[in-house]
C-alpha cells in the first residue's frame, strides 16, 4: 500500500480533476471549507492507496487511529 503527502495544492488539483463540471460543492469557497476541515490546520494531508483512488486522511487521524496500534505492527 503506497503512502504519500499531498499539500493544499495537490489535493486541490485532484479534487478539482475528479469533480463534476457542473457540481457547485467544487466552489473555491468549498474547496477552502473542505481542506480546512480535512487538514486540521497542517499543510499536508496523508494519501493512502492507488493514484486515482486515494484514501486521504488528516495527520491527527492518521495518528490515533491508522498508527496508534501500540506497537502492534512495529
Known amino acids: 500500500m503506497a503512502y504519500r503527502i499531498m499539500t493544499r495544492n ?12 457542473s457540481s ?3 466552489s473555491e469557497d468549498n474547496l477552502i471549507k473542505m481542506w480546512n476541515s480535512k487538514s ?3 499543510e499536508f494531508v496523508i494519501a493512502i492507496g492507488s493514484e486515482t483512488e486515494p484514501m486521504i486522511y488528516s ?8 498508527i496508534s496500534w501500540k506497537g502492534e505492527c512495529i
Open 10 to 21: 495537490d489535493w486541490y488539483k485532484f479534487m478539482l480533476k475528479n469533480a463534476k463540471a
Open 24 to 26: 457547485d460543492l467544487f
Open 40 to 42: 486540521k490546520g497542517y
Open 59 to 66: 495527520v491527527d487521524y492518521f495518528n490515533n487511529k491508522l
